[in-house]
């Protein structure tokens, strides 16, 4: 090991490559050790926050690049700070604030001391304001930095920590940016970086290619800041239409004791407002809601009052009560709240498929679509496997079809390469609307319901395979590609399918909700962008017309009005 006394005798000029490499077997582990738990508490605020952080990169120095440094910079080995780095990498500038914030809460929870950060090149006040705040909420003083200058132009923030190990100030470096800024980072240091003398050519080069990743850093932000107002859009209305009402757990309506002398009316009480709650979720008052909460309380307290200690060991009794407290809570807004409870019952009560599709729903709320997707997945195999064990049920197979709807749609807001599997599961729901049909005691406007959304993925599907040609198409190409001629004929059988279904609505006095008139429409639309046959464009004007004297009654009401009114738009400009 390397004696204190010599560390200190050793002069810059007198360290050699020998000293590097001592230096570097001496403290590589410990560098390794702090760069390994930074980068695993940032991962893991990714994975488990939903901090946007896209990809991180790691590297020790070796003992050679250590080695120069001392020469180059003229520094002793005590000096460096970077001889283990962290890069983190973000898609959006305006990521960058939130990692940042996440950085510092690592650092400020962690045996880990900021010594100091910089910022390069960021020059925007809302974001230094936001860069600063972040710093005073952790370390409680105030930092009024300025932003520093790089020549080379690129933007970055940058971190030296220490971590004590054995007392030894272990050093790391953390550098915070985009991804585009790191292709230039690298750039620069592929071509110039500790090569000397750079070329005139090369230099001006450079500030001219910063000034185009700034430009196209901001187009990236204007991008995003587009997808997030849409996305915002998408999430309010779900949101706002509500969730599905589940009073049949798993085949068992109540629990025994809620059939008690004193709790069965206070028990149907609270259904009729709950009911009434979920039936006006689009226009609900506070006091709706207030109503239905209070007669929970006065519900939860009388069982409470007759059975006392029994509510806690009666299993079923006790999953009732805290699963319609989550559902309010959910109805309420306080998701975060409502899916923790949830949560908790995860151990006793995993063979719930209620459970598992409530926490879908909640999922599905804040935007976390395959966390949605595995509740959904789960909540099918759950209620396959009471199925099985309990024999079918017309509760059974209501729920069935709606978690593969439910399915059905979550895979299409993944993307468009999950079309095949939204229409498997849509075809599925046919299967059990045709063997169940006694099951369903609506059924014609189950089924005209379903036909609506085999048109509507059909529909998706054949734009899909329409958006894969690029540039000009003639109808020679389009004659020739059977994959879209499939999905074009597979999209009119299933229009003439809701044309069908809607008209026996129509004989049977059934209401034809606006989301079908829409999705008619939204077919007649794109037949006519490819045909141009009059007929079409007078179909879709007349479906978008008919669509104000509907009702919605989608599952997700105010997304298929927002898509709905976009399809109205295209309809009407059509002249």
């Known amino acids: 090991m390397e004696s204190d006394a010599s560390r200190e005798d050793r002069g810059v000029a007198s360290t050699s490559y020998d000293d590097a490499e001592a230096y570097c077997k001496d403290h590589c582990d410990d560098w390794r050790t702090l760069l390994n738990k930074v980068e695993s508490a940032i991962i893991k605020a990714r994975d488990e926050k939903e901090v946007p952080v896209y990809s991180t990169k790691c590297r020790i120095k070796t003992p050679e690049s250590v080695y120069l440094k001392t020469k180059r910079r003229g520094v002793s080995l005590d000096s460096i700070e970077d001889f283990s780095g962290l890069r983190i990498l973000c898609l959006f500038e305006e990521d960058i604030v939130k990692v940042h914030d996440a950085i510092l809460e690592i650092i400020s929870t962690t045996n880990i001391e900021l010594i100091k950060f910089k910022v390069y090149n960021f020059n925007e006040e809302w974001f230094l304001s936001d860069i600063r705040s972040s710093f005073e909420k952790y370390f409680k003083q105030k930092n009024d930095f300025k932003p520093a200058t790089k020549l080379s132009g690129y933007k970055s923030i940058h971190y030296i920590v220490h971590g004590n190990y054995n007392g030894?100030?272990?050093?790391?470096?953390?550098?915070?940016?985009?991804?585009?800024?790191?292709?230039?980072?690298?750039?620069?240091?592929?071509?110039?970086?500790?090569?000397?003398?750079?070329?005139?050519?090369?230099?001006?080069?450079?500030?001219?290619?910063?000034?185009?990743?700034?430009?196209?850093?901001?187009?990236?932000?204007?991008?995003?800041?587009?997808?997030?107002?849409?996305?915002?859009?998408?999430?309010?209305?779900?949101?706002?239409?509500?969730?599905?009402?589940?009073?049949?757990?798993?085949?068992?309506?109540?629990?025994?004791?809620?059939?008690?002398?004193?709790?069965?009316?206070?028990?149907?009480?609270?259904?009729?407002?709950?009911?009434?709650?979920?039936?006006?979720?689009?226009?609900?008052?506070?006091?709706?809601?207030?109503?239905?909460?209070?007669?929970?309380?006065?519900?939860?307290d009388e069982i409470y009052r007759l059975f006392g200690a029994k509510v806690t060991t009666d299993r079923r009794l006790n999953y009732w009560l805290e699963m319609e407290e989550a559902l309010l809570l959910s109805m309420n807004n306080n998701y975060d709240e409502a899916l923790a409870k949830y949560e908790k019952l995860l151990p006793d009560h995993n063979e719930r498929y209620v459970l598992h599709f409530r926490i879908g729903e909640i999922f599905l709320i804040k935007g976390s679509i395959p966390k949605a997707l595995r509740s959904f997945d789960r909540s099918e195999l759950m209620l396959k496997k009471a199925m099985s064990s309990q024999g079918d049920s017309s509760v059974f197979s209501q729920n069935l079809v709606w978690i593969k709807r439910k399915l059905a749609y979550t895979y299409w807001m993944l993307g468009e390469e999950y079309i095949n599997k939204s229409i498997e599961l849509t075809f599925d729901v046919e299967v059990l609307l045709k063997d169940k049909k006694l099951h369903f005691e609506n059924y014609q406007e189950e089924f005209s319901n379903h036909c609506n959304n085999v048109c509507w993925f059909m529909t998706e599907k054949w734009q899909l395979e329409r958006r894969r040609f690029s540039g000009d198409v003639t109808k020679d190409d389009i004659d020739k590609n059977e994959c879209y001629q499939a999905a074009r004929e597979d999209a009119k059988r299933a229009y003439e399918d809701l044309v069908a279904a809607m008209d026996q609505n129509k004989a049977k006095k059934i209401e034809i909700p606006s989301n079908l008139l829409d999705t008619a429409g939204y077919y007649c639309y794109c037949a006519y962008m490819e045909s141009r046959e009059p007929t079409y464009k007078e179909l879709a004007k007349k479906y978008a017309a008919d669509c104000d004297r509907g009702t919605n009654y989608a599952t997700l009401s105010l997304t298929s009005l927002s898509i709905q009114i976009n399809h109205i738009t295209d309809i009407m400009s059509l002249g």
């Open 168 to 300: 030894y100030a272990c050093p790391l470096e953390i550098q915070l940016r985009t991804l585009l800024q790191d292709v230039w980072g690298e750039l620069e240091h592929a071509l110039s970086y500790k090569r000397g003398m750079i070329h005139p050519h090369i230099k001006k080069s450079f500030t001219l290619l910063a000034k185009d990743i700034e430009t196209s850093d901001i187009l990236m932000s204007h991008l995003k800041s587009i997808h997030n107002k849409e996305t915002s859009k998408d999430q309010y209305g779900i949101k706002k239409s509500g969730l599905k009402r589940y009073f049949q757990y798993e085949n068992e309506i109540y629990p025994e004791p809620l059939k008690a002398d004193g709790v069965t009316g206070l028990c149907e009480a609270y259904v009729k407002k709950f009911s009434y709650l979920v039936k006006n979720k689009h226009s609900i008052e506070d006091l709706s809601f207030e109503e239905a909460q209070k007669s929970f309380d006065a519900l939860k």
